[in-house]
């Protein structure tokens, strides 16, 4: 049980200081890994190996789709909750009659979904952060015994 709570922590930890663009990417490459897992399970005739990964797929595609912001009204919004709402719909099938074009269908619209979260969501969040600049590093300190002072002011703080 400690075992547990140990991973449970790291894992919040962990997870607790990214964005949520961050968090969103994150879950669109475990819904492609799980929904390759589980194909993988349905070519090999794993049914233990395709449940497990289609039932963890449907729920990263059901937390996706929990984080659509529901004041949100627009076309966009409204397309893509309709699109997840169809997928998880469809999805529960392949676990009864191992149908490889769902699948494959599915894969399709998480991966263009995820190209897209990468190209205009997460670009701008780099364009928006603050750049590093660095200043060339001083080959040699200033002398205190240089007969003009460096261009800084001395400041006194009492305490």
Do not use: C
Not at 38 to 44: D, K, M, P, V, W
Not at 71 to 88: N, P, V
Request: aromatic share 6%; glycine share 4%; net charge neutral.
């Amino acid at each position: 049980m400690a075992g547990y709570q140990q991973i449970n922590t790291y894992l919040n930890n962990h997870y607790d200081g990214m964005d949520p663009e961050q968090l969103i990417l994150l879950l669109y490459k475990g819904a492609l890994s799980r929904l390759k897992l589980a194909r993988e399970g349905i070519n090999e005739r794993d049914v233990k190996k395709k449940g497990e990964n289609l039932s963890k797929a449907i729920a990263i595609i059901s937390e996706l789709n929990a984080s659509v912001d529901s004041k949100m009204e627009d076309d966009s919004t409204q397309f893509l909750r309709g699109l997840y709402s169809a997928i998880l719909n469809e999805l529960p099938k392949v676990t009864l009659n191992d149908d490889l074009a769902i699948l494959k269908q599915t894969e399709k619209y998480i991966s263009e979904l995820k190209d897209i979260w990468e190209k205009d969501v997460m670009a701008k969040e780099r364009q928006s952060m603050p750049r590093i600049v660095k200043e060339p590093a001083r080959t040699s300190l200033p002398s205190a015994f240089e007969k003009t002072p460096p261009n800084s002011a001395f400041h006194a703080i009492s305490v």
